[in-house]
């Protein structure tokens, strides 16, 4: 008998539904339900807590043995994790310094602890280490905003739409929606896999490469074909294994677009007043662990470990502020075309899962974008119109506004990108994966692209930094403002007409039936 089962013999020998069970370990009924059915184990601290509560050894517990509680568990104690080998991105102790960074950036008042953050982040991996995390997790989540911080920067709704400018374009639904929706879903996988393959490279790399290959400045897919044994030699980046537009039979599974066929299906299961709630439970349905990253895979473990929202979002997460949301508000723009509001509604659901404040404002900022760009194609006013749904005062307004200036004061594409370049450092993951260097990224490729698309979508990936979401983000406005004409067969053709996924249950799917599908809703 394992641990699930003698959880569940505890619990039902008590005549305890999941729910009771669950309420003196501050955990979910859905936590003690995969324990019971030993998909997750609990941790230490839920161990001891149910030994203690039901009068039994953790002998018992874990290795079966029968007892009462305050027998030896020394043999207990000295199991310990295999802190070298455990996943850089998932250990909260391995992440002092970005926590640091993070926390500094959103004001908080710990300056004084600078030092520590560092001392501690250079202790050898182990228990120490983890122990003195903890304690510096305490102290960032009790820290208060300084009083000199010059932004005010809500996670909550509310809070978010009372600092909102309203900014909203004009424009009416027009005969032509569905084509519309037709050039975002395009354009959104288009460009995503135009980003695709040199995903993770610094400019340093990426620039050299792109010139090699005749594709500077960029103006077409990178192809497998483009490599000669020179070029693999001097970038030995992987390069053959990678999916090209040239070796792959249908659009490849990639984050990007699983999230945007995963709303649908989370439409679908939920309707249109889905909760932030029925948001994890789709995750948890329908994808594993390792199919999300950063600030998701954080959250992931979190509801597994039975957090619950919004604890979820802020519980040891070093991510809160990254792109990762940014990438998932697509679907409900296309489903609310010229109503930002409620698209941008949707977004805040979504994204209040596992992020903050700037993480939630960029899922916002893009949701808007493109309930704006179904009607109206005016690309400045598609922009003000994402950021008429976030805070006035926050960084990331403040930065594509920035981005907005300098278009109107004459500065060229390689001046603005420039600008990102300056203002984020593309080597450290906190500045190549933030939702703000990314989105000032999307915003200039929608400015300076002037609506055509492959200029675009060509601008957003030459610049590096999250090259996939930049693509298909910027892809999936400009598809929206111009539809499906506007991406012509030299970047649709590798698509073959199929979007693969790693969502349970669905696999490879027909990209016209999820246009259909995405009117099916729009109607509703």
Not at 51 to 66: C, I, M, P, Q, T
Not at 119 to 139: T, Y
Not at 272 to 298: H, I, L, P
Request: proline share 3%; charged share 25%; glycine share 10%.
């Amino acid at each position: 008998m394992d641990i699930g089962n003698r959880i569940y013999k505890l619990r039902t020998e008590n005549k305890l539904s999941r729910e009771a069970f669950a309420e003196p370990f501050g955990v979910t009924h859905q936590a003690v339900q995969k324990w019971e059915m030993g998909v997750t184990t609990p941790t230490v601290a839920n161990l001891m807590a149910i030994a203690r509560r039901f009068n039994v050894s953790l002998d018992y517990l874990v290795l079966g043995e029968k007892g009462k509680a305050g027998g030896d568990i020394s043999a207990f104690r000295q199991v310990t994790p295999d802190y070298e080998n455990h996943d850089d991105g998932e250990a909260y102790y391995k992440n002092l310094a970005l926590e640091y960074t993070q926390s500094t950036e959103e004001g908080l008042d710990i300056e004084a602890y600078r030092e520590v953050f560092l001392a501690a982040g250079a202790m050898p991996n182990g228990e120490a280490k983890e122990k003195i995390a903890d304690v510096l997790f305490g102290i960032v989540s009790n820290a208060g905003v300084k009083a000199d911080h010059p932004y005010c920067e809500p996670s909550d709704l509310e809070g978010i739409r009372d600092l909102r400018d309203g900014y909203v374009c004009s424009g009416e639904v027009g005969e032509d929606l569905e084509d519309k929706i037709k050039g975002a879903w395009l354009g959104r996988i288009c460009g995503c896999l135009l980003g695709k393959p040199v995903e993770g490279m610094r400019t340093n790399d990426l620039v050299p490469l792109l010139q090699d290959t005749g594709n500077y400045p960029m103006h077409r897919y990178i192809l497998r074909s483009d490599f000669n044994e020179g070029i693999l030699a001097r970038f030995d980046k992987g390069f053959p294994t990678r999916c090209w537009a040239d070796n792959i039979v249908c659009a490849p599974v990639d984050d990007d677009t699983n999230y945007t066929v995963m709303a649908q299906y989370m439409i679908d299961r939920y309707g249109r007043d889905f909760t932030t709630e029925n948001v994890g439970e789709m995750w948890m349905s329908c994808q594993g662990k390792n199919s999300y990253f950063t600030a998701e895979r954080t959250a992931y473990i979190n509801m597994a470990n039975g957090y619950r929202v919004p604890n979820v979002a802020r519980y040891k997460n070093p991510y809160r502020e990254w792109i990762g949301a940014q990438i998932r508000g697509d679907y409900y723009g296309y489903i609310n075309p010229g109503d930002p509001e409620a698209a941008a509604d949707m977004a805040w659901r979504d994204a209040a899962l596992s992020h903050v404040k700037n993480g939630i404002y960029g899922e916002m900022f893009v949701s808007a974008m493109l309930a704006g760009a179904a009607v109206c194609d005016d690309v400045e006013a598609v922009i003000r119109t994402g950021l008429g749904q976030i805070p006035k005062t926050s960084r990331l307004y403040g930065a594509i506004m920035g981005i907005i200036d300098a278009r109107k004061n004459g500065a060229s594409a390689e001046a603005a990108m420039a600008s990102v370049h300056k203002a984020w450092d593309e080597h450290t993951g906190h500045g190549w994966c933030h939702t703000i260097s990314n989105a000032m990224i999307v915003a200039a490729a929608l400015l300076w692209g002037e609506g055509d698309y492959g200029k675009s979508v060509c601008l957003a990936v030459q610049t590096g930094f999250d090259t996939d979401c930049n693509g298909a983000t910027v892809g999936s406005v400009i598809g929206m403002m111009k539809g499906s004409a506007a991406i012509g067969e030299e970047w649709t053709a590798p698509l073959r007409g199929i979007q693969d996924t790693s969502i349970f249950g669905v696999g490879k799917v027909e990209i016209e039936k999820l246009i259909a599908h995405t009117m099916d809703h729009v109607k509703k």
